[in-house]
């Protein structure tokens, strides 16, 4: 059995990497509202997660998206903006 994330549901466009995102965060966070977070500011803060859910949030993240997100790139993706932004990048989306 693969672990490689299904090519068919994979996001093709921004709006639907954000959807992926959203549902990861709402695993962790059911009463977070994507809508309201500051884009910017550190999503551990804004979420009132510790490090263990948020590398929780990652590790969804890549079996979804099969995504690696090395430790070093951590301070990247701490935000909204560097996530999306970042997971964009690597899955090569426009940015959006």
Known sequence: MSTDPDPATQPTN????????????AMLAPEADLATLHP??????LLDIDSYDFLRL???LHARLGVD?????????DSL????????????????
């Open 14 to 25: 921004a709006a639907a990497l954000r959807r992926v995102v959203a549902d990861c965060i």
């Open 58 to 60: 990652l590790t969804e």
């Open 40 to 45: 910017t500011r550190s999503l551990r803060v």
């Open 81 to 96: 903006d560097g996530l999306l932004g970042y997971l964009a990048g690597r899955l090569g989306l426009a940015p959006g």
């Open 69 to 77: 997100i090395p430790e070093a790139d951590y301070a990247r993706v």
